[in-house]
């Protein structure tokens, strides 16, 4: 058997984190409560203003923004002159029958989601093959029920407090909505942003 290499991977990253619960649960409650439209016609959600600069949340964004950047790191980018911004964090009610299309999120290094309320029958996140190469020479899978080399999508079980983050290019979509109590999470982009480097005065010493 040749030597196997792995490269060009589509890392996810999750972890469990409930500290941060009540208190965002409690800004994306007031959050909702400001909206005054119906839900969506097609797809049964609500989406909130973007609440990223709340003080409240300075800790939950602090965590997210350094966990951002110790991934971009861990991948191998240069984050020496680099720090991570919490761009922007909104939350998204999804009742019964809603979806989220698969997509990507442009101008963003990471994407990530910290679910809040989960209930039986909730949508699971999906996370899609990026490569439109693979796609186009399909093959039927030995176990579709099993992640392995082969696998077009993979799904992660959301639960109060799991936080998630990908890659922005990495394409992630929510299956449908089965429950009759609301699916309830925060959706946020993290940006890379260049801080340059503190330079030493050149002014001539009289």
């Not at 009610?93 to 290094?109: D, I, N, P, T, Y």
Request: net charge negative; aromatic share 12%; charged share 15%.
């Amino acid at each position: 058997m040749a030597d196997v290499f792995h490269y060009f991977s589509s890392p996810v990253y999750v972890s469990e984190n409930p500290e941060f619960l009540p208190v965002v649960s409690e800004v994306s409650d007031e959050m909702l409560a400001k909206l005054t439209h119906d839900p969506h016609e097609i797809y049964p959600m609500f989406h909130t203003d973007n609440f990223a600069h709340d003080p409240r949340l300075t800790e939950f964004c602090t965590f997210i923004a350094q966990t951002g950047w110790n991934i971009l790191k861990d991948q191998g980018y240069a984050m020496e002159n680099f720090g991570v911004t919490v761009d922007a964090a909104w939350t998204q009610k999804h009742l019964k029958h809603s979806l989220m299309e698969q997509h990507v999120h442009g101008g963003a290094q990471l994407v990530g989601f910290y679910f809040l309320e989960t209930p039986e029958g909730s949508s699971r996140a999906l996370f899609h093959d990026p490569r439109p190469g693979k796609l186009q020479n399909f093959m039927p899978e030995t176990n579709p029920s099993e992640a392995t080399l082969a696998s077009n999508m993979i799904n992660f079980e959301p639960k109060p407090g799991l936080l998630i983050i990908s890659n922005a290019w990495l394409p992630h979509s929510f299956g449908r909505h089965a429950s009759e109590e609301p699916l309830k999470f925060v959706h946020f982009n993290l940006s890379a942003v260049y801080s340059p480097p503190v330079q030493c005065s050149t002014a001539e010493v009289v």
